[in-house]
């Protein structure tokens, strides 16, 4: 019998395994990070994803080595004082509440 009792987790034990919404907006918070950071000339053009990798003629769809290029660009511009403010308040967060 103690051994089925040791088996089911207790209250406790669930309330930390809890699958949080700001589990989730960490999780955003650290992805979008992560992209924010790749530098062109130091990372990307050294696996062939460079700023002249990609590039497609007048008129043509961008295939999608030229579509997550772009998107790395536009994250790196347009996210960095948004991400500077986000970072901030979700460690004052996590340093009040845990």
Not at 45 to 52: A, E, M, P, Q, T
Request: with cysteine.
């Amino acid at each position: 019998m103690t051994l089925r009792n040791k088996a089911l987790p207790n209250q406790d034990q669930i309330a930390s395994m809890a699958f949080t919404l700001y589990t989730l907006i960490q999780t955003a918070i650290l992805c979008t990070n992560a992209i924010a950071v790749l530098h062109e000339e130091r990372f990307l053009s050294k696996i062939g994803w460079g700023v002249d990798q990609g590039v497609g003629g007048f008129g043509d769809d961008p295939g999608v080595k030229a579509q997550i290029l772009n998107l790395i660009r536009s994250v790196r511009t347009v996210m960095r004082v948004p991400l500077i403010v986000v970072n901030s308040v979700s460690i004052v967060l996590l340093l009040l509440f845990g």
